[in-house]
């Protein structure tokens, strides 16, 4: 940076880059509600490194080549058997892409369809990656309103109608089906068969993003909507991130022929991570179902102890969702009440949360709603941090009583 520095890189910038993105302190509160991190203590340390050790063995050597541009061959025959074992969906290893956690599967499938302008029909409320991503590639996000069984059939028509008024098929439509994150409901099958049915009558794909669908804690599974599909109609992707840990940085996609052949033209710097690969190859074949089935016994404590806690504290001062799996629970406050505006507050106090607008395709709305993840703290904490919010609430004049 010395005097002679004549170059400016801000009129460099390619108009497609999104704004600056400051370099803030990840700022973790003591009962952190916020981010869906899984359980730390179940994480399956030992049985990873013993998994990896075994793989290197075997085959540590080929790291020295790069590996297949859809990722490890063995890591997408295990992928495709889940699918069909678990989601009723019959694709060949070829078929399947890994990616960088399931981020980057969507990224991909957004940047192979979206040109700036393109309508995406999705949740409202939904994933906050998800609508950055859209966001990036300047598409005209519109949200669907939902109710407990998922997308209302009558409202996606009417969105869909409207964009054929303005003369513009939506691109696709963009779902997060099971344990849907904020909201937290699971779609019903009719609700799954009459999107499935929209999508083909106005001949608009969708992306159905699946990465908690394994973390169910009671009930009974939903076919996946790709099951469903009998017209090319869905791009489906999944995740380890929510099963094993979001640092393996593993997920995949499955879409149509034609798609897959754009996605693998976009996947830049080779194939995912070998050695990460190996080791939840080794892992998944062996020990991951019965790691999940412990996974759940204990977020589902953590869950009820959310749930409990949300009774004790907040009475009925408060509406929320009872989600059957997932990590989250989506707090609605009275009309009137922020949970933008007592943010600061909340964080001060040591409880971390996000507030709703931060889910809204539009941006804005939802001030009075919040995700509470209960993955990370324990029970115990769970029931702390909860009275804790209640108390912020309360001093700032947004709980009664
Ligand atoms: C609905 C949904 N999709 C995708 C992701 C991306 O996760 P990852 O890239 O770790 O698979 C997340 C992360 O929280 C999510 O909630």
Redesign the pocket.
């Given at each position: 940076m010395g005097e002679g520095r004549n170059l400016r890189y801000a009129d460099l910038f390619a108009s497609r880059t999104p704004g600056p993105s400051p370099a803030a302190p990840v700022r973790r509160q003591k009962y952190d509600f916020a981010v869906?991190y899984p359980d730390p203590g179940s994480l399956p340390l030992d049985e990873l490194t013993e998994s990896l050790k075994q793989a290197l063995d075997e085959e540590g050597r080929d790291l020295a080549v790069y590996p297949h541009t859809q990722g490890y061959p063995p890591l997408r025959e295990y992928v495709a058997q889940k699918l069909e074992d678990d989601r009723g969906i019959q694709v060949s290893p070829d078929e399947i892409v890994l990616g960088?956690?399931?981020?980057?599967p969507?990224h991909m499938l957004v940047e192979a369809l979206i040109d700036p302008g393109d309508v995406v029909l999705t949740e409202h409320f939904v994933?906050s990656?998800?609508l950055n991503i859209l966001r990036r590639f300047q598409a005209d996000v519109r949200g669907v309103p939902c109710d407990d069984d998922g997308i209302i059939p009558d409202a996606l028509e009417s969105a869909l109608r409207q964009a054929a008024a303005e003369g513009r098929r939506p691109k696709m439509i963009y779902t997060?089906p099971t344990f849907q994150?904020p909201m937290g409901w699971t779609m019903t099958l009719e609700r799954r068969a009459a999107l499935m049915e929209a999508s083909k009558r106005h001949r608009v794909p969708i992306m159905e993003?699946d990465?908690?669908v394994d973390l169910r804690y009671d009930g009974a599974p939903v076919t996946s909507i790709r099951s469903l599909d009998d017209a090319c109609h869905v791009m489906y992707?999944g995740?380890f991130?929510k099963v094993i840990a979001?640092g393996m940085?593993l997920?995949y996609l499955t879409a149509p022929p034609e798609v897959l052949d754009r996605v693998r033209a976009l996947k830049s710097g080779g194939g995912v991570n070998q050695f990460a690969a190996l080791a939840v190859h080794r892992y998944a074949t062996t020990k991951l179902r019965d790691h999940i089935d412990d996974i759940n016994e204990v977020q589902r404590a953590k869950r009820d102890a959310m749930l409990a806690a949300l009774g004790e504290s907040f009475g009925s001062s408060a509406a929320w969702s009872r989600p059957e799996g997932g990590l989250y629970i989506w707090l609605q406050m009275p009309e009137g009440a922020d949970m933008v505006s007592v943010h600061e507050a909340a964080l001060a106090a040591g409880v971390g949360y996000h507030p709703g607008p931060n889910f809204a395709p539009d941006g804005v709305s939802g001030r009075n709603y919040a995700r509470l993840c209960f993955g990370y703290n324990t029970p115990e904490e769970i029931h702390d941090g909860v009275a804790l919010l209640a108390e912020v609430l309360s001093k700032a004049g947004a709980l009664d009583g």
């Open positions: 869906a960088d956690g399931s981020s980057q969507i994933y990656g998800t997060i994150n993003d990465c908690y992707v995740s991130s979001p940085r997920g």
